[in-house]
């Protein structure tokens, strides 16, 4: 079965609803089972270096704030797990995911 990475991007939500997003993650997370490959996690913050080793403090103009890596029939079904992440949920604000197939090497 094909996997997935989803590159969580943005997302800021108020500081006192981290706790209860916690469960949220947890509670999407379980739900996904077997398809779960590696449950990932939130990144610090990142450098983007680009060409001729110029290096972006922010992480660049969209960074990744977190990923997972799932499996799926296809990217429909891979994007319709996405759709039920808390990533894009209240109270998260401007969050994104972005979906995208791994390539066997």
Request: glycine content about 14%; some cysteine.
């Amino acid at each position: 079965m094909p996997k997935y990475l989803l590159a969580y991007h943005g997302g800021d939500f108020p500081p006192e609803e981290a706790q209860g997003l916690d469960a949220a993650w947890k509670t999407w997370m379980d739900g996904l089972g077997d398809k779960a490959i590696d449950r990932g996690g939130p990144l610090e913050a990142s450098r983007t270096v680009g060409a001729g080793g110029r290096v972006l403090q922010d992480g660049g103009s969209n960074p990744v704030t977190g990923y997972s890596v799932i499996e799926a029939d296809d990217i429909e079904a891979a994007i319709v797990i996405a759709k039920d992440c808390p990533q894009i949920r209240p109270p998260h604000v401007d969050g994104t995911i972005e979906v995208a197939e791994l390539m066997d090497t």
